[in-house]
Each structure stands twice: as C-alpha cells, then as structure tokens.
C-alpha cells in the first residue's frame, strides 16, 4: 500500500466486501448456533417454556453482557475489521486470535489500526484458524491417548497459559507506550484492591464486569489523553 491506487482499493474494494462476506458468515453463524435447539423443537417436539427461556437468558446476561460490549470495543483496534469478523465467528479471541494478531503485525513491523496492520492481522488471523481446525481435528482423533501420556502437572500448569499469553502481550505493548502501560497497572491494581476490601459490593451481580470496565475504558481515555498530551509537546517543540 505504497500509492494512492492500492489505498484506492483497499477502502473501495477490499474493506466493502470484507463487510458484505463477514457480515453473511456471522449471521450464519448465529443461525448454526441456534440450529439444535431449532431441531429440537420442530423434530422432537421439546418446547421449553417461555419463563424458562427468559430466566435462563437474564441469568447469563447478568454475567456476561459486559463481555458483549467491553470485548468488540477493546478488539477492534488491534483485530481491524476483517480480524474482527474471523475471530467473532471462530472464538478463541483472547487466547489465540488477539495474540496471533498482535505478534503478526509486531513480526511484519506495522502499526495496529493502519490498513497495513489490518491486512497482516487478516492474514495472520485466517491462518491461525486453519491451524487451529487441524490441531482440532487431531485432538479430537488422538486426543483421549495422548493426554494419557501427560503428567497431571504439565495439565494443571496449562490453566495459566492465558494469563501467560496477556502478560506477554501486555509487556510487548508497554515498551512502546510505557506511559499507557503505567496507567493500565495502576487502574488494574487499584480496582482488585477495592474489590478486595469489599468496596464494590454495591455494585449489582459479580463485581467483575466493574472491573472489566474501569481497566479497559479507563486505560482508553487515559491513554488518549496522554498520547494527545505528547503531540501538543511535540508539535511546540518543533
């Protein structure tokens, strides 16, 4: 993206039908998801009753609605549009498609949120999900066999592969911003202490959306303001 007529294309072309494709495979998606239930009623007769359907969903959404905002608003800026779509429908965006983003962009030395960042990050993304299908096809064939032969603690050691992940992606980002990344730390520490002590127990449910929040918007706000902050200095210094 060197000229005017790749840029040309990338808006023109490129991002439009990425939205039209990515916008058909998510709603397809949707309706897969909602397929056995579907079948369940219209073959098998099972009609759950109508309370019930409603009380399980505001059981889940009282935890997880946070989630349905917080997560697409966070991502976005690192996965772009067509990494946000792949991810969405494919999941593991945490633990494997926002560090397969983060580390493709990093590897071909471009920014996250330029046209050039969000092509790498469809690339590195589109390849992270074919891998991802065989290593799935493979466990599931050898799987049962295969963890028979792992020691119980290299097991148990796996539950902090995620925190792992963000802690590595979170020490990369903040060598380049270490101002937002002093920011993040302190909102972050802040909040648990409060949680902690017991200081968030007005807040309705699991105090952990809160959380999720204040880390999240307030390391956003912030950290604009800082990098607004540095550009004024920059521009009077000139």
């Known amino acids: 993206m060197n000229n005017k007529n790749d840029m040309s294309a990338y808006h023109n072309k490129y991002i439009p039908s990425i939205i039209k494709w990515g916008r058909a495979t998510n709603l397809i998606g949707v309706l897969i998801a909602f397929l056995p239930g579907l079948v369940c009623t219209a073959v098998y007769g099972l009609k759950p009753q109508v309370a019930a359907v409603i009380g399980g969903f505001i059981l889940v959404a009282s935890s997880e609605a946070v989630f349905w905002i917080v997560e697409p608003i966070s991502y976005f800026p690192t996965l772009?549009?067509?990494?946000?779509?792949?991810?969405?429908?494919?999941?593991?965006?945490?633990?494997?498609?926002?560090?397969?983003?983060?580390?493709s962009q990093t590897a071909a030395e471009v920014e996250p949120g330029t046209e050039k960042g969000t092509v790498i990050t469809a690339i590195g993304i589109g390849v992270s999900v074919?891998?991802?299908?065989?290593?799935?096809?493979?466990?599931?064939?050898?799987?049962?066999?295969?963890?028979?032969?792992?020691?119980?603690?290299?097991?148990?050691?796996l539950t902090n592969i995620v925190p792992a992940l963000f802690g590595a992606l979170f020490a990369q980002n903040v060598v380049?911003?270490?101002?937002?990344?002093?920011?993040?730390?302190?909102?972050?520490?802040?909040?648990?202490?409060?949680?902690?002590?017991?200081?968030?127990?007005?807040v309705p449910g699991d105090p952990t959306y809160v959380i999720m929040i204040v880390c999240v918007f307030g390391t956003i706000l912030i950290g604009r303001k800082i990098e607004a902050s540095d550009m004024e200095k920059a521009k009077e210094a000139e």
């Open 80 to 103: 772009g549009i067509p990494g946000t779509y792949m991810s969405f429908l494919s999941g593991n965006i945490s633990n494997l498609r926002l560090p397969v983003s983060l580390a």
């Open 130 to 157: 074919i891998v991802n299908i065989l290593i799935l096809t493979f466990g599931v064939i050898l799987g049962s066999s295969i963890l028979s032969l792992i020691p119980e603690s290299v097991i148990n050691a």
């Open 176 to 202: 380049s911003r270490p101002k937002t990344g002093i920011v993040a730390i302190v909102l972050a520490c802040g909040i648990m202490i409060l949680n902690m002590l017991g200081l968030l127990g007005w």
